[in-house]
């Protein structure tokens, strides 16, 4: 039996290292057991390398198996994303008029800088503003945008004591800082990429037409803020200012959820 399984490692052996190497280490090993630890020697060495060459296909097969999924999350395309915005704006803001509609658009690619070119005069508006004694509605806060890089943070966190007023002004005025507000050919096929889905939802709205002429000429000009139309501002109540979505979930949020 053992000559059987001899003859079988021999052959296996011979096969493995060619006819030419096999008869010329024959030639040089007379012991019949070196042969043998070399037979074996040899297919562990064979052993290994099959293993670790099956081992790197799995791997890479893995991989690109991982690669080529695709999360949920990553099929809604730019235009999903703005429609989806564009149905929150209108389900929550039906008052909303176009410019509105393009201010809340703007304002999550160029932030409150506008509003902050004076620091001190912002600051005396914004106790202004809290002084007043009409209602403070809307959201405690809600994202802008499509991209949600800035958030619209009602003025109540401050009128309700949730968050002081030294807090919240210093947290809107670093909002600015190392914002870098897009091109105007930019931004422009931004807003013709939104304004293309607003045309391809079928949405329209009040004085619609005038809102449109008075944007394309600031546009012309080179202006493209915007503010609230009227009827906006008197049927919603909305005070707010804009916080960017870093700083607002560091440092303004966490005080909110104290509360809640």
């Known amino acids: 039996m053992s ?16 006819p030419v190497v096999y008869k010329w280490l024959k030639k040089r090993i007379k012991r019949q057991w ?18 670790t060459a099956v081992s790197v296909l799995a ?9 080529s999924e695709i999360k949920p999350e990553q099929t809604m395309t730019v235009a999903d994303s703005i429609s989806e915005a564009l149905d929150y704006q209108i389900s929550h803001y039906p008052s909303s008029q176009y410019r509105d509609v393009y201010k809340n658009f703007m304002q999550d690619f160029f932030g409150p800088g506008h509003i902050l070119a004076d620091t001190a005069a912002s600051a005396r508006y914004l106790r202004h503003e809290l ?20 958030y619209r943070v009602n003025l109540s966190v401050i009128k309700d004591s949730i968050v002081p007023f030294e807090l919240f002004f210093d947290t809107f005025v670093k909002s600015v800082q190392g914002i870098t507000p897009p091109s105007g050919e930019d931004w422009m096929k931004t807003w013709s990429l939104i304004d293309s889905v ?10 619609e037409e005038s809102d449109r002429q008075a944007l394309q000429s600031q546009f012309a000009e080179g202006n493209y803020i915007a503010h609230h139309s009227r009827r906006f501002n008197d ?5 707010y200012r804009i916080i960017s979505r870093k700083n607002f979930e560091t440092i303004i949020l966490p005080l909110i959820k104290e509360r809640q």
Not at 35 to 41: F, K, T
Not at 235 to 239: C, I, L, M
């Open 198 to 207: 607003i045309t391809v939802k079928g949405i329209h709205f009040v004085d």
């Open 131 to 150: 002084a007043e004694e009409g209602p403070f509605e809307g959201p405690l806060y809600e994202k802008t945008g499509f991209r949600g890089n800035f």
């Open 59 to 67: 791997w890479n097969f893995s991989k690109d198996n991982k690669q």
């Open 34 to 51: 070196v042969v043998i630890v070399l037979i074996v020697l040899f297919a562990l060495l064979g052993a290994i390398i099959l293993g």
């Open 3 to 18: 000559e059987v399984i001899y003859s079988i490692l021999i052959a296996g052996f011979e096969a493995l290292l060619g």
């Open 235 to 239: 049927s919603v109540h909305f005070h």
